[in-house]
């Protein structure tokens, strides 16, 4: 486990075709197939009898069915209609326009559909007057020698917008209207794009090698790593060759290991030459090889897909794309010293992870350098995600939609042409909702394999290839967003849903924060996030690479703080309605029923906003962060932050928009940078590659070196020890009183002494652990917090209830755990996720004493409850003999039978009577001779009224025993 979080990356592996080829399934493998580009697009002035050219589609109606005249509704111009034509005969459409003339110039390589087929002006508005602005079509052809999966027009439409049509799924609307007459209906044309590909075969992906080869114990290389890296399967692919090469895409994923950690993937895909000697028959006629009506079948060439890939558990995707990059320009190029062997086990096993003492580490790489920068430090959870491309791709309505969306738990689905933008976005939507998290599927990169996820009846989260939905239609019960147009598509069965929704306050709130961020990003570029595939430039010096990844952090922190302080101002006040358990548990002690008090929690919500409020509070999400909550749990450290956030945002008042949630983190300030050079050459060898070769175990250190650079994490504690450590917020808030009180000496004499008992309980566990009587050791912890309490001394920081809460589960006294509870309560101090969780489980894992009477309890009632009857039969007898009236034989003879009782034992069972406690059967159980209990293992009867003092002194503690008064003192 320390191995694993020490290291940088986990595996790497190579992917593609492997010898035995498999076909993908019947159902997947026509999914790769995608439509005929658009080559040329015209206009027919059908009101003057112009016919449809051969080979032209024309847009006959708009999506809801009215005619697709592109002069809809005026009056004196002519009924024009836009016309298509598809192909592969010549170089595609890649944009498509619309010109104003006179108040806008033609774009360089953009051409202008001027006439029509038959030779008539194709300006739109014909009829206008004299002087009128004259509207035309515009579109930018492909280069002839590009690349053959370049963006490419594949379908264009006409919407009316007055009519409330919108543009359909992945189409993106051209924002000028084609309509300029004083009447008709608002035109606008709208097209979609996708990446074009000539032939192609797909079969099942392999791993042709990998490093290392054998699997780590406690993390084994995942079986789903080649659908991962080639989501549409490997290809066998033809295209001209006076085609380019196409450039490398770099993609990201994001898989799960058995522990539920994720498992962050990069990865770069990269065409190779495949031999046409190893083609079938059958292969040759399905490319289109032995097509004699085609004169240019020899001047194809073939090629195949393949991908270089790294996992780990750090989203490190910056530097793993310099890396993959590297590699695969070493495999295209040579002769070189090093071969690529080396280069991989030198940054896999001599690369040290960044630490607080070394926050920066330059790898120097040939004629580049990778830059690793230790991990944030907050109790948000680690994720892959970009928060500046969210907002960058969506904008601030959007995304607060997306929010909403999410909350509701509804079935999304993200789509784009660009791989590795997928799974940013979908990492920042699954913790933009902390402290909640994702129950259902998450698959942000979604294969061809698993689209049948799309069908499913629960609720996901996918990121699936745009190209996907050029044969199929999204499901109706599905939420489509377009990250390539900024569109939020959702079916027309389905209700639109809007960010209107959320309440109102904090949505304001967050929609400023998102609009004042977002300005900022619109002067900024980040090549990353804007190309597909960003192999080219030169590299600028380090400390421009630094400042840069600076500033982006800067962004994503004040997106995620946004978001951050909507959830807390929505669910602020939730501690309220929490339960303790305080008595025996039952079989629905750990219902969430029991758990929150979700009617009072309702009551307390604006009244405006109820619907939503009970939505929300059905998911299985916050069904599921009520149980974290209420138990011992992984992510504590985080709720109990988010508490600490909830406390800022209602101590506010109003709108809170001031409060920092999220404080920088010191510990990576320090400047100190480790130069990691390259590895040293393996003899006088030069290597040289055609393509990237299978890794040769010979040159491969199957053993990692250890660095003497690299740093161990501390060892953690077990998971079930006591021993318990100040959070990060209780650490600071000590400092911080600290400083306030230092001026006083009052206050700070008393801060001295709370410091003083502060340790005292953390160093708790030790003395326990050494003394003989575990229930002794403990209660003199328990007398201390109350003698502190009545002595009005300072109050004690949360740590010293959270350890002797943790005491009491683990020596098995659940009973005291409650009464430290409400000594907490009774100082003010509401306990955080951490404490409550320890609680929790202290009540529920241990065994209550049983609350079953035994006889010698039974009948010492009996007989409290004779003699309670006899004193009142007593105070009767006297009033007669006040009035004068003689005593009875029975009264004589009940005068003298009590008499005869001594005066202790009268007092022994009239205190058994009133201060009767069902757990003191331990006491008989024990054979102990019960004689008065001072104190009652309830709490709640503490409050009871104060007895006689008693004859005896006698001390009853929690477990049912007996204990000598004299044993401790209280400091």
Avoid at 880 to 891: I, L, N, P, T, V
Wanted: net charge neutral; glycine share 6%.
């Amino acid at each position: 486990m320390e191995d694993r979080l020490n290291r940088v990356v986990e595996y790497f592996a190579f992917t593609g075709l492997p010898d035995e080829l498999r076909d993908l399934d019947h159902e997947h493998h026509h999914l790769l197939k995608s439509v005929d580009p658009i080559t040329d697009v015209t206009v027919i002035v059908r009101g003057q009898g112009e016919m449809l050219p051969k080979g032209y589609h024309c847009i006959e109606t708009t999506p809801t069915g009215y005619p697709a005249d592109l002069n809809h509704g005026s009056i004196r111009s002519p009924q024009i209609y836009l016309c298509y034509r598809r192909g592969r005969d010549k170089p595609p459409l890649a944009d498509i326009g619309v010109l104003f003339e006179g108040k806008e110039r033609v774009l360089e390589g953009c051409e202008v559909v001027h006439t029509t087929p038959h030779g008539r002006p194709a300006h739109i508005n014909g009829k206008s007057t004299v002087g009128g602005q004259r509207t035309y079509i515009t579109f930018r052809r492909a280069s002839e020698s590009g690349a053959h999966n370049t963006l490419a027009v594949t379908d264009i439409c006409v919407i009316f917008t007055n009519k409330g049509e919108k543009p359909p799924h992945a189409f993106c609307r051209i924002d000028k209207n084609l309509n300029k007459g004083v009447v008709g209906s608002d035109v606008y044309l709208c097209y979609k794009k996708s990446i074009t590909k000539s032939r192609s075969l797909t079969y099942k992906a392999a791993i042709l090698s990998r490093y290392p080869k054998h699997d780590y114990e406690h993390f084994p290389l995942p079986e789903q790593v080649p659908i991962f890296c080639l989501p549409a399967g490997a290809t066998i692919e033809c295209w001209p060759a006076k085609s380019q090469h196409p450039l490398p895409i770099f993609s990201t994923f994001v898989l799960t290991d058995a522990t539920a950690q994720k498992v962050y993937g990069a990865a770069v895909t990269f065409h190779e030459v495949y031999p046409r000697e190893k083609l079938t028959v059958q292969q040759s006629e399905e490319l289109g090889l032995l097509d004699e009506s085609n004169p240019l079948r020899t001047l194809y060439t073939v090629h195949t897909t393949k991908c270089i890939c790294l996992l780990s558990h750090w989203p490190f995707f910056d530097a793993f794309k310099k890396f993959l990059k590297f590699l695969y320009s070493l495999s295209i190029s040579g002769p070189h010293p090093i071969p690529i062997e080396r280069q991989i086990t030198h940054f896999m096993n001599d690369v040290p992870f960044p630490s607080p003492q070394r926050p920066r580490i330059l790898v120097q790489l040939e004629r580049d350098s990778i830059i690793l920068c230790q991990p944030q430090h907050t109790p948000l959870p680690l994720s892959g995600a970009s928060y500046t491309s969210l907002l960058r791709n969506l904008g601030p309505e959007n995304c607060m939609t997306l929010l909403l969306l999410t909350l509701m738990e509804y079935k999304i689905v993200l789509h784009s042409l660009r791989p590795a933008l997928l799974t940013e976005v979908a990492e920042a939507i699954s913790t933009i909702i902390f402290p909640l998290h994702w129950q259902c599927p998450y698959i942000p990169i979604c294969p061809l394999e698993c689209a049948d996820v799309l069908s499913a009846p629960v609720p996901f989260i996918l990121g699936i290839d745009s190209r996907f939905f050029q044969l199929y239609d999204p499901p109706s019960d599905v939420t489509c967003i377009d990250l390539d147009t900024n569109m939020i598509s959702v079916t027309e069965d389905r209700k639109p849903i809007s960010w209107k929704l959320l309440p109102k306050k904090p949505a304001r709130v967050l929609r400023t924060s998102l609009e004042h961020i977002f300005n900022q990003l619109v002067g900024f570029s980040y090549a990353d996030n804007v190309s597909m595939s960003d192999f080219a430039g030169e590299l600028a010096p380090f400390d421009h690479d630094f400042s840069k990844r600076k500033r982006q952090i800067a962004l994503d922190m004040g997106i995620q703080e946004a978001f951050l302080h909507f959830m807390a101002s929505l669910m602020k006040g939730y501690r309220s309605f929490l339960q303790p358990i305080t008595s025996e548990p039952t079989e629905g002690s750990m219902d969430t029923t029991s758990l929150f008090d979700l009617s009072a929690f309702l009551r307390s919500c604006d009244k405006s906003y109820f619907k939503f409020y009970s939505a929300f509070t059905k998911t299985q999400m916050f069904i599921r962060f009520l149980e974290e909550r209420s138990f011992v749990s992984s992510k504590d450290a985080g709720l109990a932050f988010f508490d600490l956030c909830t406390e800022k945002v209602d101590s506010e008042g109003g709108d809170g928009s001031a409060v920092r949630l999220i404080e920088p983190d010191d510990s990576a300030s320090s400047e100190h940078t480790v130069f990691v050079t390259p590895p040293a050459p393996v003899g006088d060898h030069k290597y040289s590659y055609t393509c990237f070769p299978k890794l040769d175990p010979e040159l491969l250190c199957q053993r990692p070196n250890s660095s003497p650079l690299s740093t161990r994490p501390p060892k953690s504690f077990r998971p079930n020890s006591p021993v318990s450590r100040r959070t990060k917020h209780e650490y600071r808030s000590s400092q911080k009183l600290s400083k306030k009180h230092a001026n006083s000496p009052v206050l700070w004499a008393k801060c001295l002494l709370g410091h003083c008992y502060s340790l005292w309980f953390i160093n708790l566990p030790a003395y326990v652990n050494a003394c003989h009587s575990k229930h002794r050791a403990l209660r003199t912890a328990y007398d201390i917090l109350v003698t502190i309490q009545s002595k009005q001394l300072q109050s004690l920081d949360e740590v010293c209830y959270r350890v002797l809460m943790q005491l009491c589960g683990l020596y098995g006294h659940p009973v005291l755990a409650v009464k430290v509870l409400f000594e907490m309560k009774k100082c003010g101090i509401t306990p955080n996720a951490i404490t409550y969780g320890h609680y929790n489980k202290a009540v529920l894992e241990n065994k209550w004493p049983t609350n079953r009477t035994t006889g010698d309890i039974l009948w010492n009632r009996l007989r409290n409850v004779i003699f309670g009857v006899a004193q009142f039969k007593r105070g009767t007898k006297r009033n007669r003999f006040a009035g004068g009236s003689s005593g009875s034989e029975a009264d004589v003879s009940y005068r003298m039978s009590n008499e005869s009782i001594p005066d202790s034992a009268k007092t022994e069972f009239v205190s058994d009577l009133i201060n009767f406690d069902p757990l003191q059967e331990e006491k008989t159980k024990q054979g102990v001779n019960h004689t008065r209990g001072t104190m009652s293992n309830n709490p709640i009867a503490d409050t009871a009224p104060p007895l006689p003092p008693p004859l005896r002194e006698t001390e009853v503690d929690d477990s049912g025993t007996h204990s000598d008064p004299g044993w401790c003192t209280i400091p």
